[in-house]
């Protein structure tokens, strides 16, 4: 069955980066997307970017451009998101999903999350 | 971008009765049109994808409906485990986007 692993939680300081992972399993790594959704707490879902497991192209939502970087490891079917330069109003879960390049960002299968706390 | 909207933000509900829910997009979507189901502590889980296509596993009470920019997502008869927070959310435009959510709680 398709999962997808993220590492665990996080506490960083104002002006940090943090980089989380997230191991796909049950599927060919390189057939299928992934995108990077956020959730501040008690609110909605904001989509972050993607990256193509296939080719490594990636497209990033226009308030993150320059502060992250998604890349791929395809021998381990890994995934990684790093987010620079971090804030207050960055507290969030963030979880990895993943979608087929023929439906678009239609988020099929989820990672747990992976809390990421920004705190001086 | 397209902007989403939910309502109501919330729904008090009894279990057993019907639940209706709406999203509306700032433009036309087409029926690229998703829900989330979304639990305490849990990843959001797709339930409907084209508007009105249950993913995989999803109980058939429920469907969703609408394209262009109004649509319903209906549960026939709400379950105990349905009460959760619903999102919608468009991938016909770059980038997609989500809506706020509408909680089903108990009434």
């Known amino acids: 069955q398709v999962q997808l692993v993220q590492s665990g939680a996080e506490v960083k300081k104002p002006g940090a980066s943090v980089k989380v992972s997230c191991k796909a399993s049950g599927y060919t790594f390189t057939s299928y997307g992934i995108s990077w959704v956020r959730q501040a707490p008690g609110q909605g879902l904001e989509w972050m970017g993607w990256i193509s497991a296939y080719n490594g192209n990636t497209n990033y939502a226009q308030k993150l451009q320059g502060r992250v970087t998604m890349t791929t490891d395809t021998s381990t079917s890994t995934a990684y998101m790093e987010l620079r330069s971090l804030r207050s109003d960055d507290t969030a879960v963030y979880y990895c999903?993943?979608?087929?390049?023929?439906?678009?960002?239609?988020?099929?299968?989820w990672g747990q999350g992976t809390l990421v706390t920004v705190s001086s | 971008e397209i902007v989403m909207t939910q309502s109501p933000a919330t729904l008090s509900v009894s279990p057993g009765e019907r639940a209706t829910l709406s999203c509306r997009a700032s433009q036309s979507v087409s029926s690229n049109l998703a829900w989330y189901q979304q639990k305490p502590g849990q990843a959001p889980r797709l339930l409907i994808y084209?508007?009105?296509t249950r993913a995989t596993g999803i109980p058939a009470r429920f469907s969703g409906s609408g394209s262009g920019t109004e649509f319903t997502l209906t549960i026939s008869s709400l379950q105990s485990e349905d009460f959760a927070v619903y999102y919608c959310q468009q991938y016909n435009n770059w980038p997609t986007t989500f809506g706020p959510g509408t909680k089903v709680d108990i009434k």
């Open positions: 999903a993943s979608h087929k390049y023929s439906s678009g960002f239609l988020f099929d299968y």
């Open positions: 084209g508007a009105s």
